[in-house]
Each structure stands twice: as C-alpha cells, then as structure tokens.
C-alpha cells in the first residue's frame, strides 16, 4: 500500500505499487463528505492539529488530497483487549460510540511492562480494533516511516486515523478513514510537508501516565 501503510495481508502487494500516488477520482459530493470529515476530526483533535500547524503552517480538512481508496483485511482472530483499567494506557482506548469494543492505536506502539525498567517506543505502528464479540481485527499497520499518532470515532461505522508520513519531500500530516463496516480504507494526504520533524514529539505530549524520556 503506497506510503508505507498495509492491512495485515498486502505487505508484498504494497511494495510493487508505484511510490508516488495519484489523485483518487472521487465525485464532489463525496469529496465534500471527506471535507467535513476531516474538519471535524481537526476540531475534536485540536492539540494534534496545534501540534501539526506549529509545523506545516495552518491548514484544514480542504487542504488534504483523497490519494487511494482500497480494501481492508481485517484478518479476524479471537483476543480480548488485553488494555484493562489498571493498565498506563487504558485512557487512550478509543471506545466504540454504540459499546462495541475499543480501538487501540498506542499499545503496540508503547512498550510497557513489568520486565522493562523503561518505556520505550516501538519503530512500527498499528491500528487495532478490539469488537466487543471477543474478536481482534487488525486495520492497519505501518513501519518506522510514520506513525498513527490520533484517532475518533465518526460515528458507528467510520474511524478516523491522523499521523505522518516521511517522503522524499518531507514529514507530512495524513489521515485514514477507515469503514470497519464494509472494511474499506481511503488514505488522505496534506500538501504540506516540513523538512524536520520530531517523531516522538506528539506522542510524548499525548502519553501523559507513561514516562518515555
């Protein structure tokens, strides 16, 4: 999948697609919707976008590009949220707005046990869904080229990832909206990038219970 970003099933698919996307063709009254979507995921998740548009410069839910539309293979399994109330990480859980589960964006990419003297930061990032039937799904996963750094639930159906990505021009904001319905992925880009970046940076400001200095 362009841009580093795989379900758990198209690693070796992804590397023979050209590096650098096109331009989805996508109706006006869809890109529209995308619009809005974004624009509200920026609002609920004001200190990611604070912490982006001190970087890039100020931008909005317009200013990203729809640049792939794909399929998702969740590769179901049964595992319960192994994320319980008395874990560090359990008030990053992104509950599910009707109770069906939680979605899980930090605890594969903080390490955090009883065997390890520190915290520290796994390369890889993923994107977890934990249903409530018992079951895991696993929607995305990405290398250390970027990372999955915010997420909201737009309703039943939709999940709206933000992070970045390093290319060749730079660090740049992204965005993946997720249908966990129908499983299918659309990937958005901004068009800014800047040349540095800090990869640690938001997610040491976010993690608040867990010390990662």
Partial sequence: ??????????????????????????????????????????????????????????????????????????????????????????????????????????????????????PFLNPDSEVIWYRKDGMKERLLFMGPSGMFEEGVWLNEKEFLVLGYFQDDFGFRPMAWLIDVENHLLRQFRLEKTTPEYDSESYINQKIKLVDLS
């Fill in 1 to 118: 999948m362009p841009f580093g970003v795989m379900t758990f099933i198209s690693c070796e698919s992804s590397e023979s697609k050209k590096e650098n996307e096109e331009v989805v063709s996508t109706s006006e009254e869809e890109m529209t919707k995308y619009i809005d979507q974004l624009d509200l995921a920026l609002a609920q998740n004001s200190s990611w976008f604070s912490h982006w548009s001190v970087k890039v410069g100020a931008f909005e839910g317009s200013d990203f590009t729809l640049v792939l539309t794909d399929s998702i293979d969740p590769m179901e399994m049964p595992e319960k949220n192994p994320i319980l109330i008395d874990d560090p990480l359990f008030p990053y859980q992104l509950l599910h707005p009707s109770g069906n589960g939680t979605m899980d964006l930090y605890s594969y990419k903080v390490e955090v046990s009883e065997n390890i003297d520190k």
